[in-house]
Every structure is written in structure tokens, then in C-alpha cells.
């Protein structure tokens, strides 16, 4: 049975000082059920996202059900930390294929803003295995990618000029949404110039930290039919993995397992050989510029040790042979953990009906790929939607 | 207008019943990695269950290891303050096991050797020399 979606939104990415965490999450699902031309009582099940690691309200998921509109239904409370997202949207995904609910709305919101940046680097930097890596060394979330950097530098020769051709790229695309955290461009020497956060990764090598929330809702094509919606993005394949807790127990830092093992899955059952030729638009995890890189190899838009490279090449920027992140990426639009990967799903459902404006991309295959990592890639997510 | 959480702390008891091999081994200078003596699996962290099901032995990382990537943290979290300067984590290679550890002035590649010592606070780890 085929699973589409009919309607998708997402918030102002930002520091959003003026709404609680169920205030921000209510913005996303009013927005979602008008695109839907639904209400709350077309919606059998609501899935809600969040990581909440920096919230006070520590069990989230029934206080925004609530404020909502969907109490007795659901929710179902999901966490795959930075690919919460994603795995929420598989979870309204899944509870539609297996017949136990026609319509779903997954819900992704975060509010991170509302602790200090030390303490907020103490959380991220649990995103491992605590008692082996914070309780000792003090890990922080942007210290996982920046080890990352450090080898696939000595391998590969990925220099920091080509990270910071991430970062510009996804700046320039950020200036053109509204919804952007960031909307304004930098320069490559504003990259380069940058403070230095953990070596070899400066200031401009990592997303922000934001509120946000996103929403996207799911129904059967029974269902589609029934509530004459002939507008339909379709989830084509999906594919998840996941890797080690501990950094120590991973094979190599140069590419995340987890990345190549979800994209096998959602390749082989969309019958993909060649993503940069069956692909229009792409949105991959790129919550520091390094992470983007190594998912131009881990998802094969090139050859492994070649991300830096592909980077340069300029084939990834609109008008690029595969676009990606036109909305500005992690980076510059913002990562509200949960909020990414249904917020992925909101700009890859835009660009595939053709309502992206100044950041529409050419569409040929009218086919887009999500890709939301969790951690350091501790889950994976890939998916294919089609239009 | 904001109103300020009441606040909330938590200060864990970790139970370190099942490795406590390797946290007193780290006042001894040593480091323990966990060995299967049935299937050979090695086990860094180490833990005193094998997915096989074997029983798990402990024998000691030794020698030499090589730098396999590294990050100098300048902007430190929460709980780490009274490290005045940046560290540096550094994850080597010794053998079938990788090990976490701090060093300083270590490049990809580098050979390093393997100790132990108590930081600022008094907490034992593992700290890496290169050669
Ligand atoms: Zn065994």
C-alpha cells in the first residue's frame, strides 16, 4: 500500500523566545492540517518528536498533544536524537502501511535556546556512551564531527577551505528562506576566519543552536482518494541503520556506517543505482560541514575520499547537478533536533510540487532524497519521496 | 516576559560492579580491554558479558597505538570548566581495540604510548604520550 503526504510545514527556525515548546509545536501543525485541508479529526494518530535533552518539560510528547488538538490520539513519543525527525515520520509511515492507522501526523519540535551554551554542549556531548567518553574526556557533540574532520583530513586531504565552501554554500541558499535561523551570506573568509569551537572545526563549521518545529502528515492512497487530495508527494523507499554507542567501537572515522547501511536499504527498494542522475533535490545531515561532505561519499553522490572535491566542484549548488540543502542546510537554516528531519520532508515536498521560488530546483525525475543522522551517526535515516 | 524553572539537579551513583577491573586499574597505571575466551571477540570499552556468551577475560592495553583522529576542544562544556585551556581527545588504535584518551600536540597517525592519571577533579583516565 502505498504511503503519501499531504501536508507539510514547518516554523521560523531560530532563538524563538516568544513561544513554549507546545505553543511552537501548535504553529507547524495548524500550518500542516491547512496544507492537508484537514483537521484534527481526519487524524488517527499523532507521533511526536522530540529530544527534549535541554527542555524542562521532560516527558513533551502529552503536553503538545494536547495544545494540538489530538488528545486520545496517540501520541507515540520518538527520540533517535538529530534524526528524531525522520524516525517520527517513519513511525506515522509505518502505522499507515501496516493498515492501524489511514492518517498521521508527525510532529517534530524542539526548543534548545532555553538553556546556556555550556550546559547545551554538556548535553550534546552525552550523544555517545556517557560513562566511556563525557564522564572522561569531556566530549561535545561538535568534538565527535571534528575527530571526523581530523581523519578524514589526514586520508583524504579535505581541507578546511572546502568545509567553509560548505558553509558559504549553505549561507547563500539560507539568505533566500524566510524560515532560515541565518538569512544572510557570508564570505569564504568569513568561514576561514572564524573562531575556532574544536579544531579542525571554526565557528561557521557548525549549525546553530535553534528552536523549531516542523509537521507532516501521512495517509494511506485509500484515504488520499477518500479526502480527494490528487496533490501527493509519495514515500517512495525508506532506509535506517545505526552504529556503536562508543566512538572507540567504530571501524573507521572517515564516513558514517550508518549512512551507507540506510542508504543501501532505500536505494535498493527505490531502485536506485546513480542518486546524482535519479535524484532532483537532495537534503542531507550536514549539522557541520564536514558531516555533508562525508554524505556526498556515503551516499555515493561521489567516491569516497572525494567529498572535499565534490564539494568545489559546485555540483551540489542550485543548478548543480544534484542540489543539496537548497534550503539552507542544518548549517544556516538551523537544527532544531527533532524539528530536521520532518522539516527535511517540508523542503523536499515544496520543491518536488514546485513551490520553492527563488530556490526551486530543475525537476527531471521528480524525485528528492532526505537524509537525517542521529548522533554521530549512532542512527540513519535515507528516504525517497516521489512526486 | 519569562518565568524562571525551578531548579533541578541530578547527581548519579553509576554502578560499576561489572567493570570495576577497569576503573581499579586506572589507579594502577593499567588499562584493561575485556577478551572472549571462547570466540576471541575484543572488547574496548570492555564489558564482562560476551554477545557470544562466552566468559569474558581481562587482559591489559599495551604497547604502542596510533593516533586515528583527534579534536582540541576550545569551547568547553558544562563540567569540564576547570580545565582552564583546551584538551585534546584523541582516539588510537591498539591492535583489535581503540582507545579514548587525552594528549597533547598529537597529528593523525602519530605513534603514541598509553597511561593513566587522575585529573583536577579526581577522576582516573587514560592519557596518551606520543613516542
Ligand atoms: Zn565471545
Known amino acids: ?387 | 516576559m519569562f518565568i524562571e524553572s525551578r531548579k533541578l539537579e541530578m547527581l548519579h551513583k553509576i554502578p560499576v560492579v561489572k567493570t570495576e577491573k577497569y576503573w581499579k586499574g586506572l589507579e594502577e597505571g593499567k588499562v584493561y580491554k575485556a577478551v572472549c575466551k571462547n570466540c576471541g571477540e575484543e572488547y574496548y570499552p570492555p564489558r564482562a558479558e560476551c554477545l557470544c556468551g562466552g566468559e569474558v577475560e581481562w587482559a591489559e592495553v599495551e604497547g604502542e597505538g596510533v593516533v586515528e583522529a583527534f579534536t582540541t576542544v576550545h569551547t568547553i562544556p558544562a563540567g569540564f570548566e576547570w580545565h582552564k585551556k583546551p584538551y585534546t581527545i584523541t582516539i588510537a588504535r591498539f591492535g583489535n581495540v581503540r582507545v579514548m584518551g587525552w594528549a597533547e600536540n598529537v597529528k593523525v597517525g602519530d605513534r603514541i604510548r598509553i597511561k593513566t592519571d587522575k585529573d583536577e577533579t579526581g577522576v582516573w583516565k587514560v592519557y596518551f604520550e606520543v613516542v
Not at chain 1, 494540538?68 to 520518538?78: E, N, T, W, Y
Not at chain 1, 528562506?177 to 576566519?193: M, V
Open chain 1, 1 to 387: 500500500m502505498r504511503v503519501g503526504v499531504v501536508g507539510v510545514s514547518c516554523s521560523k527556525f531560530g532563538r524563538r523566545d516568544d513561544v513554549t515548546i507546545q505553543e511552537l509545536a501548535y504553529e507547524a501543525v495548524k500550518e500542516a492540517l491547512d496544507d492537508a485541508g484537514i483537521t484534527q479529526d481526519d487524524v488517527d494518530l499523532s507521533v511526536v518528536g522530540s529530544v527534549n535533552t535541554r527542555g524542562y518539560e521532560l516527558m513533551p510528547a502529552v503536553p503538545v498533544n494536547e495544545y494540538c488538538g489530538f488528545a486520545g490520539k496517540g501520541p507515540l513519543r520518538v527520540e533517535a536524537a538529530c534524526a528524531t525527525g525522520a524516525a517520527a515520520v517513519y513511525t506515522a509511515y509505518t502505522s499507515i502501511a501496516s493498515k492501524m492507522a489511514d492518517v498521521a501526523i508527525a510532529i517534530g519540535v524542539e526548543k534548545m535556546t532555553e538553556v546556556d551554551t555550556a550546559t547545551s554542549l554538556a548535553i550534546g556531548g552525552r550523544a555517545g556512551s556517557y560513562l566511556w567518553e563525557f564522564h572522561q574526556y569531556g566530549t561535545t557533540f561538535p568534538g565527535y564531527y571534528a575527530m571526523h574532520a581530523s581523519a578524514h583530513m589526514a586520508k583524504f586531504g579535505t581541507t578546511e577551505k572546502q568545509m567553509a565552501m560548505v558553509a558559504v554554500k549553505a549561507h547563500r541558499n539560507a539568505a533566500k528562506n524566510p524560515k532560515a535561523h541565518f538569512q544572510k551570506e557570508i564570505t569564504l573568509e568569513d568561514a576561514l576566519n572564524s573562531r575556532v569551537i574544536t579544531y579542525p572545526l571554526k565557528l561557521y563549521d557548525c549549525s546553530p543552536i535553534s528552536d523549531g518545529s516542523a509537521a507532516a502528515i501521512l495517509a494511506s492512497e485509500e484515504k488520499i482518494k477518500e479526502l480527494g487530495i490528487d496533490d501527493v508527494v509519495w514515500i517512495e523507499s525508506v532506509g535506517y541503520a545505526s552504529d556503536t554507542a562508543n566512538m572507540t567501537r567504530r571501524e573507521s572515522f572517515v564516513g558514517l556506517k550508518a549512512t551507507v547501511l540506510a542508504a543501501e536499504m532505500a536505494y535498493r527498494r527505490a531502485g536506485i543505482d546513480d542518486p546524482v542522475k535519479q535524484v532532483d533535490i537532495a537534503t542531507v545531515h550536514d549539522c557541520f560541514t564536514i558531516a555533508e561532505i562525508m554524505a556526498y561519499e556515503d551516499l555515493e553522490f561521489c567516491r569516497k575520499g572525494e567529498g572535499g572535491k565534490f564539494a568545489e566542484s559546485g555540483e551540489t549548488d542550485l543548478g548543480g547537478k544534484i542540489p543539496v540543502n537548497t534550503f539552507g542546510g542544518l548549517k544556516a537554516k538551523g537544527h532544531p533536533l527533532a524539528a530536521t528531519g520532518v522539516a527535511m520532508v517540508y523542503e523536499i515536498v515544496k520543491q518536488l510540487r514546485g513551490d520553492a521560488g527563488e530556490l526551486q530546483v530543475e525537476l527531471k525525475n521528480y524525485r528528492g532524497l532526505l537524509h537525517n543522522v542521529g548522533g554521530t551517526g549512532h542512527f540513519a535515516y535515507v528516504m525517497v519521496f516521489r512526486r
